[in-house]
C-alpha cells in the first residue's frame, strides 16, 4: 500500500516525563474558608460540575474544586468532576493548574475511572492554543491513566497537527497508528491525512492515497473528493479539480453544496466567473440550495469585477434566503455601488439590512460614512452616525471616518464638536484623527490653529506624519510666518518623522533665503540624522 515515507521517530523526542509532575502547586487556590457563599450542605459530584461549569471566574472555579476535595465532609472528586474542571482551565488556556490536576488524578487512591473524552477535549484545546506538542505528549501518555486510546483520540490529535501546520507528524502517526498504537484508521483518519497533504501541496500524493484507501476495507467518501478537489483549486488548477469531479461522479458521490462552493470559488480567483456562475446554475439544477458561503464566493467575485447591480439583486436574495452576510461581505457590496455612483442605492441597502434584523457594525458602518462625504453629503453621513449611535458604541475608526470627511469639505465646526463628543466618551484619538483635523485646518486657512493642535498631539504622544509637517509648513510660509514655519521644521526634526524627500522640500522652500536657510541647517544639524 503507497504511503509517503515519513521518520517515525520524528514525534518521539516529544514525550516528557514531566508532562504529569506538579508543574504549578495547587497551594494558592486552597482556602480555609468556603470559597463562595451560600455554600450547599450537601454536596454531591453532580452538583459540584454544575457548580463549577456555572462559574465565570477561573480561579474561583479552581477554588471551588479544591475545597470541596479537602474540606467538604464526606465528599471524594470522581471522574466527571475531574472533567468539568480540566475542561474549563484548559478552555481558557490556564496550562498550568491542569498539569498538577492531571498528576494528582493520575496517583488518586482509590484510582478513578476515567473515559477518553477527557482527553479528547484536552488534545483538542492545547491544540486551539498552538501547543501541538503538549497535546502529542497526552496522546502518548492516555495509557497511563488506564484508558485504551481510540481512533477518536487519533483523529484529534491529527486535526490538532493540521491546524498547527505540522503536516509531516500526520504522516507519521497515520502511518505508525497501528503499530505503535493499536489503533486501526477509519475513513476520517484517512480523510485527515488527505487533508495534510492537500495543504502541504502534496496533491499527487494525496490522489494516491485516495486510490489505495479501499485496500485498507474502506470506502473514500464526499468528504474525501471534496479534500482533493480544494487541493486542486487552490493551486489554481481547474482542469485537474474537474477530474476528480468526474472521477467522483464515476464512483457514485453527488456533489454537495460545499463540493460546488469549493469550485465556484476557484473559478472567480481566477476570474472566469462566466464559468463560476454556470457551476452554480448546475448546482440549482440539480436541486442543491447554495448557503451564506456560496453567496459570499459569488457576491465577492461580482464586487471585484465592478458588477455591482449584479451583486446587489444576488445579495437581495441571500436576505430574502434569510442568510445573514457578515460584516465584510457587507462593505464589499457598499463600496461597490458607491464605486459605481450608487450612494443612493448603498444607502437603501443598509435600511434594508437593518429592516433584515442584520445589524450593521463599525466597519460597515465607516464605510459607508466615507463615500456620503466623498459625495459631499456630511450631513446625512453625520445623521447616519447619530441613528447608529442611539443603539451601538462607535469605535475610533467611525469617528476618524466622520471627522476626516467633515475635514475635507470644511466643516470644521462639526469636525469639532465630533472631536468633542468623541473624548467625552472616553475615546482616545490617534495619531491619524490628529493628522486628519491638522490637515483640515490648515487646508482652510487655520494655520495657527492646526500649528496648536500639533502641539498638543506632540505632547500627547502622537506623531505627526510627513504631509502634516508640510502642510503646515507651506500654510506659515504663505501668511510670512517664517519663525513659526522654522518651528515646524525643529518639530519634524525632533519627531524623526521626516525622510530625505521631506528634506529637499524644505529646502528648497527656503532656497534664496541666505538667513533662513542657515537656520534650517542649524536645525538639520542639532536634529537626528536624516532617514
Same mark, same amino acid.
Given at each position: 500500500?503507497?504511503?509517503?515515507?515519513?521518520?517515525?521517530?520524528?514525534?518521539?523526542?516529544?514525550?516528557?516525563?514531566?508532562?504529569?509532575?506538579?508543574?504549578?502547586?495547587?497551594?494558592?487556590?486552597?482556602?480555609?474558608?468556603?470559597?463562595?457563599?451560600?455554600?450547599?450542605?450537601?454536596?454531591?459530584?453532580? *452538583?459540584?460540575?454544575?457548580?463549577?461549569?456555572?462559574?465565570?471566574?477561573?480561579?474561583?472555579?479552581?477554588?471551588?474544586?479544591?475545597?470541596?476535595?479537602?474540606?467538604?465532609?464526606?465528599?471524594?472528586?470522581?471522574?466527571?468532576?475531574?472533567?468539568?474542571?480540566?475542561?474549563?482551565?484548559?478552555?481558557? *488556556?490556564?496550562?498550568?493548574?491542569?498539569?498538577?490536576?492531571?498528576?494528582?488524578?493520575?496517583?488518586?487512591?482509590?484510582?478513578?475511572?476515567?473515559?477518553?473524552?477527557?482527553?479528547?477535549?484536552?488534545?483538542?484545546?492545547?491544540?486551539?492554543?498552538?501547543?501541538?506538542?503538549?497535546?502529542?505528549?497526552?496522546?502518548?501518555?492516555?495509557?497511563?491513566?488506564?484508558?485504551?486510546?481510540?481512533?477518536?483520540?487519533?483523529?484529534?490529535?491529527?486535526?490538532?497537527?493540521?491546524?498547527?501546520?505540522?503536516?509531516?507528524?500526520?504522516?507519521?502517526?497515520?502511518?505508525?497508528?497501528?503499530?505503535?498504537?493499536?489503533?486501526?484508521?477509519?475513513?476520517?483518519?484517512?480523510?485527515?491525512?488527505?487533508?495534510?497533504?492537500?495543504?502541504?501541496?502534496?496533491?499527487?500524493?494525496?490522489?494516491?492515497?485516495?486510490?489505495?484507501?479501499?485496500?485498507?476495507?474502506?470506502?473514500?467518501?464526499?468528504?474525501? $473528493?471534496?479534500?482533493?478537489?480544494?487541493? $486542486?483549486?487552490? +493551486?489554481?488548477?481547474?482542469?485537474?479539480?474537474?477530474?476528480?469531479?468526474?472521477?467522483?461522479?464515476?464512483?457514485?458521490?453527488?456533489?454537495?453544496?460545499?463540493? $460546488?462552493?469549493?469550485?465556484?470559488?476557484? $473559478?472567480?480567483?481566477?476570474?472566469?466567473?462566466?464559468?463560476?456562475?454556470?457551476?452554480?446554475?448546475?448546482?440549482?439544477?440539480?436541486?442543491?440550495?447554495?448557503?451564506?458561503?456560496?453567496?459570499?464566493?459569488?457576491?465577492?467575485?461580482?464586487?471585484?469585477?465592478? *458588477?455591482?447591480?449584479?451583486?446587489?439583486?444576488?445579495?437581495?436574495?441571500?436576505?430574502? +434566503?434569510?442568510?445573514?452576510?457578515?460584516?465584510?461581505?457587507?462593505?464589499?457590496?457598499?463600496?461597490?455601488?458607491?464605486?459605481?455612483?450608487?450612494?443612493?442605492?448603498?444607502?437603501?441597502?443598509?435600511?434594508?439590512?437593518?429592516?433584515?434584523?442584520?445589524?450593521?457594525?463599525?466597519?460597515?458602518?465607516?464605510?459607508?460614512?466615507?463615500?456620503?462625504?466623498?459625495?459631499?453629503?456630511?450631513?446625512?453621513?453625520?445623521?447616519?452616525?447619530?441613528?447608529?449611535?442611539?443603539?451601538?458604541?462607535?469605535?475610533?475608526?467611525?469617528?476618524?471616518?466622520?471627522?476626516?470627511?467633515?475635514?475635507?469639505?470644511?466643516?470644521?465646526?462639526?469636525?469639532?464638536?465630533?472631536?468633542?463628543?468623541?473624548?467625552?466618551?472616553?475615546?482616545?484619538?490617534?495619531?491619524?484623527?490628529?493628522?486628519?483635523?491638522?490637515?483640515?485646518?490648515?487646508?482652510?486657512?487655520?494655520?495657527?490653529?492646526?500649528?496648536?493642535?500639533?502641539?498638543?498631539?506632540?505632547?500627547?504622544?502622537?506623531?505627526?506624519?510627513?504631509?502634516?509637517?508640510?502642510?503646515?509648513?507651506?500654510?506659515?510660509?504663505?501668511?510670512?510666518?517664517?519663525?513659526?514655519?522654522?518651528?515646524?521644521?525643529?518639530?519634524?526634526?525632533?519627531?524623526?518623522?521626516?525622510?530625505?524627500?521631506?528634506?529637499?522640500?524644505?529646502?528648497?522652500?527656503?532656497?534664496?533665503?541666505?538667513?533662513?536657510?542657515?537656520?534650517?541647517?542649524?536645525?538639520?544639524?542639532?536634529?537626528?540624522?536624516?532617514?
Amino acid at each position: 500500500m503507497f504511503f509517503p515515507r515519513v521518520n517515525a521517530t520524528r514525534f518521539q523526542p516529544l514525550v516528557a516525563p514531566r508532562l504529569f509532575s506538579a508543574a504549578a502547586p495547587l497551594l494558592k487556590y486552597c482556602t480555609e474558608k468556603p470559597p463562595i457563599k451560600p455554600w450547599p450542605e450537601r454536596l454531591f459530584p453532580k *452538583r459540584l460540575v454544575s457548580m463549577i461549569t456555572q462559574q465565570q471566574n477561573i480561579d474561583l472555579a479552581l477554588q471551588i474544586f479544591i475545597y470541596a476535595g479537602k474540606s467538604h465532609p464526606g465528599f471524594t472528586h470522581n471522574y466527571d468532576t475531574y472533567h468539568s474542571i480540566l475542561f474549563k482551565l484548559s478552555r481558557a *488556556r490556564a496550562f498550568d493548574p491542569v498539569e498538577s490536576l492531571l498528576a494528582d488524578l493520575r496517583k488518586s487512591y482509590p484510582p478513578i475511572k476515567c473515559g477518553e473524552n477527557l482527553f479528547i477535549d484536552l488534545l483538542r484545546n492545547y491544540g486551539l492554543a498552538g501547543r501541538f506538542e503538549t497535546s502529542i505528549r497526552i496522546f502518548l501518555r492516555i495509557p497511563d491513566f488506564g484508558v485504551k486510546r481510540s481512533v477518536r483520540s487519533l483523529n484529534t490529535l491529527l486535526n490538532v497537527l493540521i491546524q498547527n501546520r505540522k503536516f509531516d507528524l500526520v504522516h507519521a502517526m497515520f502511518k505508525n497508528s497501528k503499530e505503535s498504537f493499536g489503533i486501526t484508521p477509519n475513513i476520517f483518519t484517512c480523510n485527515l491525512l488527505v487533508k495534510a497533504l492537500c495543504k502541504k501541496n502534496d496533491i499527487e500524493i494525496a490522489f494516491k492515497v485516495l486510490d489505495e484507501i479501499p485496500a485498507m476495507g474502506l470506502v473514500p467518501n464526499l468528504v474525501t $473528493y471534496t479534500t482533493i478537489l480544494g487541493g $486542486y483549486v487552490a +493551486r489554481g488548477d481547474m482542469e485537474a479539480a474537474k477530474k476528480v469531479l468526474g472521477k467522483m461522479l464515476d464512483r457514485g458521490w453527488d456533489p454537495d453544496v460545499i463540493t $460546488y462552493t469549493v469550485l465556484m470559488d476557484g $473559478y472567480c480567483k481566477l476570474g472566469r466567473f462566466s464559468e463560476a456562475a454556470e457551476v452554480m446554475d448546475d448546482m440549482e439544477r440539480n436541486e442543491i440550495e447554495p448557503n451564506e458561503v456560496t453567496y459570499g464566493v459569488m457576491i465577492g467575485a461580482l464586487c471585484k469585477e465592478k *458588477r455591482s447591480g449584479e451583486a446587489r439583486n444576488m445579495f437581495d436574495e441571500m436576505l430574502e +434566503r434569510s442568510f445573514m452576510p457578515d460584516s465584510s461581505l457587507c462593505c464589499k457590496v457598499i463600496d461597490a455601488l458607491c464605486e459605481d455612483h450608487k450612494v443612493d442605492e448603498a444607502c437603501t441597502l443598509w435600511r434594508k439590512m437593518l429592516k433584515n434584523n442584520c445589524m450593521p457594525d463599525n466597519a460597515l458602518l465607516s464605510t459607508l460614512i466615507h463615500w456620503l462625504c466623498k459625495e459631499g453629503r456630511v450631513s446625512e453621513a453625520r445623521k447616519l452616525f447619530d441613528e447608529f449611535e442611539k443603539g451601538s458604541i462607535p469605535s475610533l475608526m467611525t469617528y476618524n471616518t466622520l471627522i476626516s470627511g467633515m475635514c475635507e469639505k470644511g466643516a470644521l465646526t462639526e469636525a469639532g464638536r465630533l472631536w468633542d463628543d468623541m473624548v467625552e466618551r472616553k475615546c482616545k484619538p490617534n495619531a491619524f484623527t490628529y493628522n486628519v483635523l491638522i490637515e483640515g485646518l490648515s487646508k482652510n486657512g487655520n494655520v495657527k490653529e492646526g500649528v496648536r493642535v500639533l502641539e498638543e498631539m506632540l505632547e500627547n504622544g502622537c506623531f505627526p506624519n510627513k504631509t502634516t509637517f508640510l502642510i503646515l509648513f507651506e500654510g506659515l510660509q504663505k501668511l510670512g510666518k517664517e519663525e513659526d514655519a522654522i518651528k515646524i521644521v525643529s518639530m519634524a526634526v525632533m519627531s524623526g518623522k521626516v525622510d530625505r524627500e521631506s528634506w529637499e522640500l524644505f529646502l528648497k522652500k527656503f532656497a534664496g533665503e541666505v538667513d533662513t536657510g542657515v537656520l534650517v541647517l542649524k536645525e538639520l544639524l542639532r536634529g537626528s540624522s536624516v532617514s
